[in-house]
């Protein structure tokens, strides 16, 4: 008896639909893990990026604390209120309204912790920021300086 219109093999050539398929699914799961590897490390870089910019502003403040050091009328360390109003507050100001491609959303700049012995400051200051970018979220970046208590040059030099 002969068969009509089939021929049966024993090898088979080529691939079947469901090979494809299963070949399909595999690739779109990479592409998806690819994906999604892409955004996260999208996320990473920026939030690296506004980390090295709150360090950056957390080195500006402790400058500025240097510099008002040596122009306080009176020996010795600024007082914590001093720090407030001649160095944290005109950072802030500067960091948000001058540097607006150069700035962290929402910046808050805080001092959290002062201590003088009449030799050197301690100062601890807190930076947040609100990331709105990728999900709302406050950022904290705390850094605490150490920097001996100035005494006013004479004539201002």
């Not at 996320?43 to 240097?66: G, K, Q």
Request: net charge negative; with cysteine.
């Amino acid at each position: 008896m002969k068969q009509q219109g089939f021929r049966l093999h024993s090898h088979q050539v080529g691939l079947s639909l469901l090979e494809v398929l299963i070949a399909l699914l595999v690739l779109s799961v990479g592409l998806i893990g690819t994906a999604a590897l892409s955004i996260n490390s999208l996320t990473n870089v920026h939030s690296a990026l506004n980390t090295s910019l709150a360090s950056t502003i957390a080195l500006d403040i402790e400058e500025r604390f240097w510099l008002q050091s040596t122009q306080v009328a009176s020996p010795g360390c600024l007082s914590g209120p001093l720090v407030d109003s001649v160095v944290l507050q005109p950072a802030e100001d500067d960091w948000t309204r001058d540097s607006p491609f150069l700035s962290l959303p929402g910046l808050r700049i805080t001092r959290e912790g002062y201590e003088s012995d009449g030799r050197s400051a301690r100062v601890s200051i807190r930076l947040t920021w609100t990331e709105s970018r990728f999900g709302d979220t406050t950022e904290v970046f705390d850094y605490t300086f150490s920097a001996p208590c100035l005494r006013p040059q004479p004539n201002g030099n």
